[in-house]
C-alpha cells in the first residue's frame, strides 16, 4: 500500500461536462421530434448527416491531436494509445453543435450545402482552435453563416400551404409597417405553435421556451444571457415600432414587438446558442453585458441590414466581443451599480439612436 | 453545472451518532518541539525525569512568540524521536512514557471567582501564554498575541461552525462541554474588555443550540448571544463568520481587531475555561478516523500527543485493497494530504480522512463560469488559470490571487473536475517569484 500524493479539495461534485451535453440535449429533443414530424424524411437525414460530420471530425481531431510517444512504432499500438484518450465528450459535444445547426437549416437545403456548412463549423471553427472549449466561435453559427453568404439560392423555406417563399422575417426587412398584415396570414398563435415557414428548428416557440426552462432548470446554461439578449432586443424593437405610425394609431405595437421576438430565430438563437458557455463571457455581469451587445446588433441588422440570418451573425460579432468583456483589467463577477448603470445607459442609448435613425416617434 | 454552489455535502449525520471513543491506553506520547509556525524549540526536561499531567516540558519558538508545551499524561521522559506533524513536516518530538496513572500537576489548582474577579487584562495574557494555547480551529495561531491587540474590541464571536464536511470535533465538544465553552467566553470578553459575546452555530444543528442556549442561562450577567449561522461553506471562514454573527463586513487583508471584533474557535474558548479556571493547558481533543480506506470509521477523546497509529490499529486498520491510500489530515476541502501515516494528535489536528486514491481524469475547460460563481472572495479562478498558464504575472496579479483562501470550492464545483485550487497555488507561488 503506498500513499498518494493529492491536494485539497479531496471531493468533487457530481457534476460533469457530460450532464451539462445530454442536458442541452434533451432539451432539443422535442425540436428534433417536431423537425421530423413537419418536415419528415427530409429532416431526419439531414440531422443524421449533421451529427456524423460533427462528431467524425471531432473524433478525428482529437486523435490526431494526441502525442504519442515515438518510442511507440506499432502502428496499432500508436492507434490502441490514441483511441484510449477519447471520452464521450469528443461525442456529445459534437452532437449538440450538430443538432443546432441541422434546427437552423431549412429542411429542403441541398444536401452538399449542408455537407459544406458542417464541415466548415466542426473544422475551422472547432478544430482548427484547438477542440472542446477552445473555439472561440460558435461552430454552427459559423457553419450556418458560411452556407448563408455562399449558397444564398439554396434557402428555401417550405411552409405548411406555402411551397416556397421566404421566412415570415424576410419579407418584412424592409418595413416594419408591414407586419400586421402579417399577422393576418401567420397569427402569433402559429409562431407560438410552429406554423410558420422556417428553418427545421426554429419555428416552434413553445418548444423552444419549453427546452429553455428545461436547461435553465437542471443549469445546463445561463439564464442570464438569454433574457439579457431578449430584453435589449424587445427594448430596442419596441422603440422602434413607434416610429411606424398606422402601427401605433392601430393600437397593434405589442403584437408588432411580439411578432419581432418570435420569429426569424430569435428564440432559437437566444435559448441554445449564445448561452454556449464556450464562446460566453465568464462572469455574471459579463453576460449580460453579451446578451445586450447580441441583442442590439440582431435588432440593428433586422431594422437597418438586409440578412435574414442575422441572428447568427450577431452572435458571431458578439463572440469578438468576448474576450474584450473578459479582460482582466475591468472583468468582475459582483455586480455594481456602475454595471447596471452602463447597462441602462448602453440600452437606452442605442434605442435613442434607433429611434433617431427611424425618424423619431410618429 | 453553471450555477453558485454554496453547500456541500456534509457527512456529519453518520459520524456523529457514532460513540466517543475515550482512549487513554496509548503507551508513548509524543509532544513536538517544533511546528510550521515555531521552527525552533526545545525541551526543557531530561530522560528518565519524571513529569505529570499539565507539567511543561518544552518551549516552540515562533518569529515573534512562544508556545509552551506541556505533557498531557504522568510518567517518564524517555528520549526524542522524529514524527510527521499534521501539517506533513517531520519534526522533532519528546516522548514520556505513559505510566497511565495521569497524576496532575501540583499547579495545576482551580482559581476561586475572587481570584478570577480581580485579574487584570495582563494576568489574562500571561495565563494564555502560560497555558499554550492557540486557534484550535486549525490556525495554530497563539491566542495570547490576540489578546494583546492594541485595538479596543467591543465583541467576541466564538466559532462554532465547523464548515469542512466529515469533522465533528467542534460538535461533539459544544455537546459535551457547552457550558465550560460559554465559561471561557465570558473569560475571553473579560481578558478583551468586550460587552457582547457571540457563539455561532450552524443553523442545521438545532441541538447545538440548544445546548448552548441552556448554558448561557447560568451567565445572564454577561451580553451573550447564540447565533444560528448558514449551512453553507465556507461558514465557519473567519470573516464569513463574523459577517453571519455580528453583521459586520470585515476586508480581506484587515485584521477583525481593527474592526473592534476577535473570533475564537469553540475549542479555544474551552482552552480559556481550562486555563483561567483549571489552570490547566488543553490535554485532550476530539479526533475522528474516517473514510472509505479505513475498516470502521470511529470518533476519539484522545489526549494529545497520542500517536496517530494507535487509533488506526482501533479502528480496525487498512481496507485491504490493492489501491493507493489519500490520508488527509483535517477535512476533505482544506486538509493536508499526508505521505506517512507515522503522526500524532496535536491540538489543531481534528481528523484524519483515508479514502482509496481515485483518480480523476479532468476535461477541458468549458467557461461554464461555475468557478466563478462560486468563489466566495470573487475571484475569477478560471481566468487565473489562463493568466497563469500564460506565465502573465500582472494578470495574476490584477485579477486578486492572493486572496484566495484555498477553500477548495472552484475545484470542487468545476464540471471539468480541474484542479483549479491547486493551480491558485501556483499562480500564488509564481508571482512571488
Ligand atoms: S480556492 Fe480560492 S479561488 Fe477557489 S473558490 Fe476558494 S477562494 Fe476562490
Ligand atoms: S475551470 Fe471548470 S468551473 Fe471554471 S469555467 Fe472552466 S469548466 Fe467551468
Not at chain 1, 422575417?169 to 397569427?187: F, K, Q, T
Not at chain 1, 438569454?226 to 401605433?248: N, Q, Y
Not at chain 2, 493536508?336 to 496535536?346: E, G, H, P, R
Not at chain 2, 489562463?386 to 490571487?401: F, M, P, Q, T
Amino acid at each position: 500500500m503506498n500513499y498518494a500524493k493529492q491536494t485539497s479539495p479531496y471531493i468533487r461534485k457530481e457534476t460533469s461536462v457530460k450532464r451539462m451535453m445530454f442536458d442541452v440535449l434533451i432539451a432539443l429533443l422535442p425540436l428534433v421530434v417536431f423537425a421530423v414530424y413537419r418536415f419528415g424524411m427530409d429532416a431526419l437525414v439531414r440531422i443524421i448527416l449533421s451529427a456524423v460530420i460533427f462528431v467524425g471530425v471531432d473524433v478525428v481531431a482529437a486523435l490526431l491531436k494526441v502525442k504519442v510517444h515515438p518510442s511507440v512504432k506499432d502502428k496499432k499500438e500508436r492507434f490502441k494509445l490514441r483511441w484510449k484518450t477519447l471520452t464521450i465528450n469528443h461525442v456529445s459535444a459534437p452532437l449538440v453543435s450538430s443538432v443546432i445547426f441541422a434546427m437552423i437549416i431549412p429542411s429542403t437545403l441541398p444536401i452538399y450545402v449542408l455537407i459544406v456548412g458542417a464541415l466548415f463549423g466542426s473544422i475551422i471553427a472547432k478544430a482548427f482552435f484547438g477542440g472542446l472549449g477552445s473555439n472561440i466561435f460558435n461552430p454552427a453559427a459559423v457553419a450556418r453563416v458560411v452556407i448563408g453568404l455562399s449558397f444564398v439560392t439554396a434557402f428555401n423555406y417550405v411552409g405548411i400551404d406555402v411551397t416556397s417563399s421566404a421566412t415570415p422575417l424576410a419579407a418584412v426587412n424592409d418595413s416594419l409597417a408591414s407586419i400586421p398584415a402579417m399577422l393576418e396570414s401567420y397569427s402569433l398563435k402559429d409562431l407560438f405553435l410552429g406554423n410558420i415557414p422556417g428553418s427545421m428548428g426554429e419555428i416552434s416557440s413553445i418548444l423552444i421556451i419549453l427546452g429553455g426552462l428545461y436547461m435553465f432548470i437542471r443549469k445546463a446554461a445561463d439564464f442570464r444571457v438569454t433574457v439579457s439578449m431578449i430584453l435589449s432586443f424587445t427594448v430596442i424593437m419596441f422603440v422602434a415600432t413607434l416610429t411606424v405610425k398606422p402601427i401605433v394609431d392601430n393600437g397593434q405595437i405589442i403584437e408588432t414587438v411580439l411578432y419581432q421576438v418570435l420569429s426569424g430565430g430569435l428564440l432559437f438563437g437566444a435559448v441554445f446558442m449564445v448561452t454556449d458557455p464556450v464562446t460566453s463571457p465568464v462572469t455574471k455581469p459579463g453576460r449580460w453585458i453579451y446578451g445586450l451587445v447580441v441583442g442590439a446588433i440582431v435588432a440593428a441588422i433586422r431594422l437597418f441590414g438586409a440578412l435574414p440570418e442575422g441572428v447568427v451573425f450577431a452572435i458571431l460579432l458578439g463572440n469578438i466581443f468576448v474576450p474584450l468583456i473578459d479582460y482582466y483589467k475591468w472583468s468582475k463577477n459582483k455586480y455594481s451599480w456602475k454595471f447596471i448603470l452602463g447597462y441602462v445607459v448602453s440600452l437606452s442609448v442605442v434605442s435613442l439612436i434607433v429611434l433617431l435613425a427611424l425618424g423619431g416617434i410618429k | 453545472m453553471i450555477e453558485k454552489t454554496r453547500y456541500i455535502p456534509d457527512g456529519k449525520k453518520e459520524r456523529k451518532n457514532q460513540p466517543v471513543i475515550h482512549y487513554l491506553e496509548a503507551e508513548y506520547l509524543y509532544f513536538p518541539t517544533t511546528d510550521l509556525r515555531c521552527p525552533a524549540g526545545e525541551s526543557c526536561v531530561v530522560d528518565g525525569q519524571y513529569v505529570k499531567v499539565g507539567e511543561l516540558i518544552g518551549t516552540r519558538q515562533g518569529g515573534f512568540f512562544e508556545q509552551p508545551i506541556h505533557s498531557t499524561v504522568s510518567g517518564y521522559i524517555v528520549g526524542s524521536e522524529k514524527k510527521v506533524h499534521s501539517s506533513g513536516q517531520t519534526v522533532d518530538c519528546v516522548i514520556v512514557q505513559n505510566d497511565k496513572k495521569y497524576v496532575l500537576y501540583e499547579n495545576c489548582v482551580s482559581r476561586t471567582e475572587e481570584e478570577i474577579d480581580a485579574l487584570t487584562k495582563e494576568d489574562y495574557i500571561k495565563i494564555i501564554k502560560d497555558s499554550g494555547l492557540s486557534g484550535l480551529g486549525g490556525s495554530g495561531f497563539p491566542t495570547y498575541i490576540k489578546l494583546e491587540t492594541k485595538h479596543p474590541i467591543h465583541t467576541v464571536v466564538g466559532n462554532g461552525v465547523e464548515c469542512e464536511p466529515h469533522l465533528i470535533s467542534d460538535y461533539k465538544l459544544i455537546l459535551e462541554r457547552a457550558n465550560r465553552i460559554v465559561e471561557g467566553l465570558t473569560y475571553a470578553m473579560r481578558a478583551t474588555g468586550a460587552k457582547k459575546g457571540i457563539i455561532a452555530v450552524k443553523k442545521k444543528y438545532p441541538e447545538l443550540y440548544e445546548v448552548l442556549e441552556n448554558a448561557r442561562q447560568s451567565f445572564t450577567h454577561f451580553d451573550i448571544e447564540i447565533k444560528r449561522v448558514g449551512n453553507h461553506y465556507p461558514a465557519g471562514w473567519e470573516l464569513d463568520t463574523i459577517k453571519s454573527a455580528t453583521g459586520i463586513k470585515v476586508p480581506q487583508g484587515k485584521l477583525p481587531a481593527e474592526y473592534g471584533v476577535t473570533v475564537f474557535n469553540v475549542a479555544t474558548l474551552y482552552g480559556f475555561y481550562r486555563a483561567v479556571k483549571r489552570r490547566m493547558p488543553i490535554t485532550e481533543r476530539f479526533f475522528s478516523i474516517s473514510g472509505d480506506g479505513i475498516k470502521s470509521p470511529k470518533n476519539f477523546q484522545v489526549r494529545i500527543g497520542t500517536p496517530v497509529r494507535d487509533l488506526i490499529a482501533l479502528a480496525g486498520g487498512y481496507t485491504e485493497t490493492d489501491k493507493n491510500k489519500v490520508l488527509i489530515c483535517g477535512g476533505p476541502m482544506m486538509g493536508n494530504a499526508l505521505q506517512s501515516d507515522d503522526i500524532v494528535v496535536t491540538k489543531t489536528a481534528t481528523s484524519l480522512i483515508i479514502l482509496d486514491e481515485e483518480v480523476i481524469p479532468t476535461e477541458p475547460c468549458i467557461h461554464c463560469a461555475s468557478c466563478v460563481y462560486s468563489c466566495p472572495v470573487d475571484l475569477q479562478p478560471v481566468q487565473i488559470m489562463n493568466a497563469y498558464k500564460e506565465r502573465d504575472k500582472d494578470a495574476i496579479n490584477a485579477l486578486g490571487v492572493n486572496k484566495c483562501i484555498e477553500c477548495g470550492l472552484c475545484s470542487f464545483t468545476c464540471p471539468s473536475k480541474i484542479h483549479l485550487t491547486e493551480t491558485m497555488r501556483q499562480a500564488k507561488r509564481f508571482i512571488k517569484k
